[in-house]
């Protein structure tokens, strides 16, 4: 008489087991990675704030007309600031924050002049404060989130969205098609920094990936800066 031969059942109840506890470690391992990226973009942040100051500028309401007028004062202040500021003011950051408390009341006037022009009847107020910033990518440079000095201009209420940019060293871009961050910037920025922090801004995305032994077909990157 033949043998009769039999397979093993599989057991599909610890195969979901071992898949379970694979993907709660892979689900594991990218929040630790991408919880070690954050720390490291908000420490790089911290030491960055010193040097820059940004600019922030906030709409009255997310109205079209009130969308409009914010990047209309958005070009006139950063326009009038290019051409009053000289070149000693426009290359410290203290002396910029300076130049902006003394003409505080010009240039909220100035502002004003403009919305009442445009028929709005609300006015401007500028002040120097720090606030939080997400992540920002200019030309090749990333600009991490944190907490940074700040000159906002708050239209109206202020409750529409807002445009910034940095102020110093100066990364303000009016013109789309114009975006590269211009030579005496980066060497402003350079000088302040040491050189692995200036590198790093320049890609804020550790170059490192994670395998896991489970799934080695499957990898972890860092989450592209946000634009």
């Not at 609300?122 to 000095?149: A, H, K, M, Q």
């Not at 409750?159 to 402003?188: I, K």
């Not at 200036?198 to 990936?209: G, H, T, V």
Request: net charge negative; charged share 25%; with cysteine.
């Amino acid at each position: 008489m033949g043998q009769h031969q039999f397979t093993k059942p599989v057991d599909y109840t610890k195969q979901r087991q071992e898949l379970f506890i694979g993907l709660a470690c892979l689900l594991m391992a990218a929040l630790l990675f991408l919880a070690q990226v954050q720390t490291q973009r908000e420490g790089l942040a911290e030491r960055l704030s010193p040097s820059i100051l940004r600019f922030h500028i906030l709409a009255n309401s997310d109205s079209e007309n009130d969308q409009q007028i914010k990047l209309e004062i958005r070009s006139l202040v950063l326009d009038y600031l290019e051409k009053a500021m000289n070149p000693q003011t426009a290359s410290d950051k203290d002396a910029v924050i300076a130049y902006l408390k003394e003409n505080r009341p010009n240039i909220e006037q100035m502002i004003d002049n403009q919305l009442a022009k445009k028929g709005f009847d609300y006015s401007s107020r500028l002040e120097l404060t720090s606030c939080y910033f997400p992540t920002r990518v200019y030309d090749n440079l990333v600009i991490p989130c944190g907490t940074y000095d700040a000159a906002r201009i708050m239209l109206g209420k202020g409750e529409g969205h807002n445009w910034w940019c940095v102020l110093y060293p100066r990364f303000c871009f009016v013109d789309a098609a114009c975006s590269a961050v211009p030579e005496q910037s980066r060497n402003l920025l350079q000088d302040k920094l040491s050189q692995d922090d200036y590198l790093a801004l320049k890609d804020s995305r550790p170059d490192i990936q994670i395998r896991f032994f489970l799934f080695p077909t499957v990898t972890i990157t860092p989450p592209s800066p946000d634009r």
